[in-house]
Structure formats: structure tokens, C-alpha cells
Nanobody, 121 residues
Framework: QVQLVESGGGLVQPGGSLRLSCAAS????????MGWYRQAPGKQRELVAR???????NYADSVKGRFIFSRDNAKNTVYLQMNSLKPEDTAVYYC???????????????WGQGTQVTVSS
């Protein structure tokens, strides 16, 4: 059906930067929203940044001013520029595509396999 391909994760020192990418491929007929989530060990999955077709981007309070979400609708791709990274940003980052309003409000839809981001000296 649809595959989400993520890239850009890795190991970085505190204060460093990473840029994550997620491209949706396959039979794509429409996308309501795309976004990034993360899950640290022992914690629940949380929203990092998400943007709908209306152009409104939501950020988690913990990343505001440090992370920048962008999208290329023509390529069905979203990016997450992560600056001033902190150890608490360490998590598996997941790309999500909401196909409908219902997916959007329930965090359903399609998910990528996740990419590990580790912030450590």
C-alpha cells in the first residue's frame, strides 16, 4: 500500500543538529496531515511536530524554538530540522501520515518504522 521511508537519525553530541526526512511512497491519493512523533524508553509516544493541509504546524512545548518542521507537498515529504539537541531528545522518531480528519484526531493512519536519535557526549 503506502510506505514511509525515514532517514537522518543517528548519534549527535548535545548542542548539535540533525535533519530528519520522511517520504511517503506508493498509492497515494491524498494526505490530510503529516508529522513527527517520538518515543523514549519507558515513555509514551508523544507528538513532536505536525502540520495539516491547512498550513498550521503544532509543536511540542519541549521543542519549540529548537525544532523546525517543513513539508514538500509535491513530494509527499516532511522534514524535521532539530537544533540545540539535548539528551532528553533521545528517542525513536516516527513519521506519521493521517489520511483523514479521523486519523488526524486519533493518531491513526500510517506509520514509519522509526529512526533512532541519540544525543550523548
Amino acid at each position: 500500500q503506502v510506505q514511509l521511508v525515514e532517514s537522518g537519525g543517528g548519534l549527535v553530541q548535545p548542542g548539535g543538529s540533525l535533519r530528519l526526512s520522511c517520504a511517503a511512497s506508493g498509492r497515494i491519493f491524498g494526505i490530510y496531515a503529516m508529522g513527527w512523533y517520538r518515543q523514549a524508553p519507558g515513555k509514551q509516544r508523544e507528538l513532536v511536530a505536525r502540520s495539516s493541509s491547512g498550513g498550521v504546524t503544532n509543536y511540542a512545548d519541549s521543542v519549540k524554538g529548537r525544532f523546525i518542521f517543513s513539508r514538500d507537498n509535491a513530494k509527499n515529504t516532511v522534514y524535521l530540522q532539530m537544533n540545540s539537541l539535548k539528551p532528553e531528545d533521545t528517542a525513536v522518531y516516527y513519521c506519521n501520515v493521517a489520511w483523514t480528519w479521523s486519523d488526524y484526531v486519533t493518531d491513526n493512519g500510517s506509520w514509519g518504522q522509526g529512526t533512532q536519535v541519540t544525543v550523548s557526549s
